[in-house]
């Protein structure tokens, strides 16, 4: 099966990657830049494709930057939130509409490669943030895919009902290389460790008692300090 997987080179799509590897599909990992903040996880995402020796195209949308402002991914004057997932502020890191850009993208690419699935990870976690991951919104895009060309494109996302702490479990036992993978929305040298995607990565590891390989800044939180809710110092 000739497989488009949506591929950030971040910890979920990585892991997903694996399996779909593992199961012999021809895999074309598409990588998107859209102007984000943390730009750095398409280096991440192209350095982990060259070691697997996967085709690994990227789209760049970068132009489409300015018309995604709103958004502390995409709008440098607006400094990334810290905090878990389910605070307020963090609202601040949707872009908008961006599931839907990546995967008409990756519709196109299907179509012209002949390929018969996409593939993207998103998982339950984020639902409550992004409106964009929930199971309606794949639903409505699945049924939008059927009908874009003659050719019939399966979309296909397999840890919609997962927690980040199953695909983290999934990943051990994959042998997936969690260190080259990039969480974190800030895009500096080393993970910070508080903003919400840099908690939810720790938080996984944790839960799922797998070791967390990743360096995170020195002022980076204790899990049992995140944990406590008692770590803004």
């Known amino acids: 099966m000739k497989t488009v997987i949506v ?15 593992q199961a012999g ?22 350095a982990i494709c060259e070691e697997l020796d ?15 402002a709103g958004s502390s991914l995409t709008s440098s004057e607006i400094e990334v939130a810290e905090g878990h997932y389910t605070e307020e502020n963090m609202k601040s890191t949707v872009v908008p509409n961006r599931n839907m850009i990546l995967l ?32 309606e919104f794949a639903d409505a895009m699945s049924n939008a895919i059927r009908l874009a060309d003659w050719e019939k494109v399966e979309l296909i996302r397999p840890f919609v009902d997962w927690t980040k ?23 500096g040298d080393l993970h910070c460790g508080r903003c919400g995607t840099c ?16 360096p995170y800044a020195e002022n980076a939180p204790s899990v049992a300090n995140l944990r406590a809710n008692d770590w803004r110092l």
């Not at 074309?28 to 730009?39: E, F, K, P, T, W």
């Open 7 to 21: 591929y950030s080179g971040g910890l979920d799509s990585t892991v997903l990657l694996y399996p779909l590897r």
């Open 199 to 214: 908690i939810e990565r720790r938080e996984a590891f944790d839960l799922a008692k797998v070791n967390d390989p990743t």
């Open 104 to 135: 008409s993208v990756a519709t196109g690419h299907a179509l012209s490669i002949k390929a018969g699935q996409i593939a993207y990870a998103a998982h339950s976690g984020d639902h409550a943030i992004y409106p964009d991951c929930r199971s």
């Open 25 to 46: 599909h021809d895999l074309h990992a598409l990588s998107v830049d859209y102007g984000q903040r943390h730009r750095c996880e398409l280096e991440r995402a192209a």
């Open 54 to 68: 996967i085709p690994q195209p990227v789209a760049n949308l970068s132009a489409l930057q300015p018309l995604l």
């Open 165 to 187: 702490a199953d695909i983290v479990r999934r990943g051990a036992e994959l042998r997936v290389p969690f260190a080259k993978t990039w969480s974190c929305y800030k895009g």
